[in-house]
């Protein structure tokens, strides 16, 4: 199993240290998890911080084995009391779990779950009617203002921009615009007709955008492969991007060295972060 860059208590010290410093710093956290801290508060993207699926398809045809160490449980993010919002930008585990979130919106009341309108039924039946005061239901288009920190939601493709019956998309990106910094986290995605449209506008200046592709062999849906994600990235004009979702389970990865060599040829900015590794995103904006 690959190390963490850092985990458990060295993380959490990473992080107070920058919370107590009020700096704006980043960590992937893994998957598709990022934490994003700005003055002494922080926001989380689509964390998943448990062995739930592990063990769930521990005696199956499709076993999810971990590849990588957990950085951090999820009770001790919690009990740093700083969190104002986290996302989901889906309804599949490793982006709505239980043993993550239920820890995490416990210990931060105040906090807000961006969810897809589409999925609140959902939702509610996973987590639990407690969280219901704690959702913001979200849709293509739509905006919302937590705690400073500005949202707007994007239609996203896994594999095709799905609607429930009153129209609502049920996978979602979020661009985030906090301390003077635009991000966009895509949430899982393919490459739709309406993505650039609605997201150059919006000048994005640090993506987080899926690489592990998308192969049917692997019986889930699928991504952006890394060249792909150098792509959007550049014609959105992100001026960095960053690759998630792969190096957690053992079927479902890929390496980012294709994502990195695309990302050179075209002249894009990417970092390539390790789990539990942070980056300080002041400057990025303008």
């Known amino acids: ?19 107590e410093g009020r700096q704006k710093r980043l960590w992937w956290l893994g998957q598709s998890g990022f934490l994003i801290a700005c003055e002494g508060r922080t926001v989380l993207f689509d964390p998943y911080l448990s ?19 957990r950085v951090v449980g999820p009770e001790a993010l919690a009990r740093l009391g700083t969190l104002v919002a986290i996302t989901s930008s889906h309804s599949h585990t490793d982006h709505l779990d239980a043993e993550t979130l239920l820890p995490l919106l416990g210990s931060n009341p105040g906090a807000r779950l961006l969810i897809p309108a589409a999925n609140r039924e959902l939702v509610l039946e996973r987590l639990g009617p407690g969280v219901a ?20 939601a994007v239609a996203a493709a896994h594999n095709t921009v799905e609607r429930d ?33 609605a997201l150059a506008p919006l ?22 492969d890394g060249p792909e994600a150098a792509q959007l990235a550049k014609d959105i004009s992100a001026r ?42 002041e400057g990025y904006g303008e």
């Open 240 to 281: 960095l991007v960053i690759p998630c979702h792969y190096d957690l389970f053992a079927f479902n990865t890929a390496s980012p060295e294709g994502f990195v060599q695309e990302c050179r040829r075209l002249e894009q900015g990417c970092r390539v972060l390790a789990n539990g590794e942070g980056m300080d995103w």
């Open 165 to 197: 019956g009153h129209g609502r998309c049920k996978y979602l990106g979020y661009v985030m615009r906090w301390g003077g910094v635009t991000f966009y986290h895509s949430g899982d995605t393919l490459r739709h007709e309406a993505m650039v449209a």
């Open 203 to 224: 000048r994005v200046d640090i993506a987080f955008l899926p690489i592990n592709g998308n192969l049917p062999e692997r019986r889930v849906a699928g991504n952006l």
């Open 1 to 19: 199993m690959k190390p963490a860059f850092r985990k458990d208590e060295a993380f959490l010290a990473d992080v107070r240290q920058a919370l």
């Open 51 to 69: 062995d739930s699926l592990t063990l769930k398809y521990a005696n199956t045809d499709k076993p999810h084995v971990r590849m990588t160490e």
């Open 133 to 152: 005061g704690q959702l913001l239901e979200m849709d293509d288009g739509g905006t919302a203002e937590v705690a400073g920190a500005w949202f707007r």
